[in-house]
């Protein structure tokens, strides 16, 4: 059974599992008006969540881990359980070197990846995008 991800954090917060983001918006309002059902629940998953990352810090020594979506909605809620979980999970090296902080371009994030995805063969090469390849081939032999 999942500990972290909209269903528990919306089960936990007394919301049904299938209200899906509106549950998770309706836990994240109870938390900010001091609701301590809901401020369980985020706890619950933040601790969850700190132990999930203790393990890929441990194996995988990143300096830095950006929470999206809805990990990055819920951050200022589960900082404190998360970072608790990570200083006694992870080894003191790696953990004493990595940052965990909410992504900044919100939920237009992968969008906005995929736009730069796609839009990057424009920016390297603009020349090839504007002429035929024939136009260019007769420019650069001349």
């Given at each position: 059974m999942p500990v972290v991800g909209?269903?528990?954090?919306?089960?936990?917060?007394?919301?049904?599992?299938?209200?899906g983001r509106a549950g998770v918006d309706a836990v994240l309002r109870e938390a900010?008006?001091?609701?301590?059902?809901?401020?369980?629940?985020?706890?619950?998953?933040?601790?969850?969540?700190?132990i999930?990352?203790?393990?890929?810090?441990n194996v995988l020594d990143p300096r830095l881990i950006v929470l999206g979506g809805l990990f990055?909605?819920?951050h200022p809620f589960v900082i404190r359980p998360l970072t608790v979980e990570l200083d006694r999970r992870a080894l003191a090296a790696p953990r004493a070197?990595?940052?965990?902080?909410?992504?900044?371009?919100?939920?237009d994030a992968p969008l906005l990846g995929a736009?730069?995805?796609?839009?990057?063969?424009l920016l390297?090469?603009?020349a090839a995008w504007v002429m035929p390849r024939e136009t260019l081939a007769d420019?650069?032999?001349a």
């Open positions: 909209a269903g528990p954090l919306g089960a936990l917060g007394g919301r049904p599992r299938e209200r900010a008006s001091g609701s301590a059902t809901a401020i369980a629940a985020l706890d619950h998953v933040g601790r969850w969540l700190g999930g990352l203790a393990s890929l810090v990055g909605r819920i070197l990595v940052r965990v902080v909410p992504a900044t371009l919100g939920v736009a730069e995805v796609a839009i990057e063969p390297a090469d603009p420019l650069a032999s």
